[in-house]
């Protein structure tokens, strides 16, 4: 088997949820059809995908639905993180009883043959332009959700471990935050993260080796709607 990652599908596929991503530049012109030629012709039934947040554009449970049916419908296992727009996400005990293809990650980590994917949302990082006291707060409560999850993995006796946030793991000056460091005490290879959308803010992203470690952007836009293979 082999792991792929991708990140903010932005679906919206619900009535009355209209959210035209296509407003947003050509790269999002069709998008949902495309991610599923690419997810078709890579995917195998035995792979896992690792979905890093901002996955649907419903309000509700009740509307998200129709677009995590949507996923449960791709071949292949789902590992889906929480994005910043996944206002949809609550109980994760009754999220994680939906369905079979699926599982959703909070506080904990997730085995995919041997490797273990460990994250949280992630957030803005001191530095980032306009960063608040507010933020502050929320930097640091999913620094927590993150250390939970790559703790639970070391619990169920991890030594291979991928990361994996919705925001980029550093402000835009590249020189780290307390999540790179989180990632690098724990041995992670590997992060993949999404958020950012065009050019300009691909640009701000942490690509490439950053103290032993490999940081990969996997939004859909920069990936043009085909999933990246992580590890074969």
Request: glycine share 10%.
């Amino acid at each position: 088997m082999s792991i792929y990652a991708i990140g903010d599908l932005h679906l919206s596929f619900a009535p009355g949820v209209e959210k035209p991503m296509d407003i947003y530049g050509s790269a999002w012109n069709g998008h949902a059809q495309r991610l599923k030629e690419n997810w078709v012709e890579l995917i195998r039934p035995e792979d896992t995908v690792i979905l890093a947040g901002d996955i649907s554009w419903g309000l509700k449970l009740s509307e998200a639905v129709y677009d995590l049916e949507w996923i449960d419908r791709l071949p292949g296992k789902k590992v889906i993180f929480k994005g910043n727009h996944d206002l949809w996400w609550s109980g994760i005990g009754k999220l994680n009883r939906l369905y079979d293809s699926i599982h959703f990650v909070q506080n904990t980590a997730w085995e995919a043959e041997g490797w273990f994917l460990c994250g949280s949302r992630g957030w803005l990082c001191p530095g980032s332009e306009d960063f608040t006291v507010q933020d502050e707060k929320i930097y640091k409560r999913e620094l927590l959700r993150l250390q939970m999850s790559l703790e639970d993995a070391k619990r169920q006796g991890a030594e291979h471990l991928i990361g994996v946030l919705h925001y980029p793991p550093s402000s835009a000056n590249g020189r780290g935050s307390e999540f790179t460091r989180a990632f690098e005490e724990a041995g992670v290879s590997q992060v993949v993260y999404g958020h950012l959308h065009g050019a300009d803010a691909y640009r701000k992203g942490m690509k490439g080796k950053y103290n032993g470690i490999e940081y990969r952007l996997v939004s859909l836009d920069y990936l043009k709607c085909r999933p990246v293979c992580i590890k074969e």
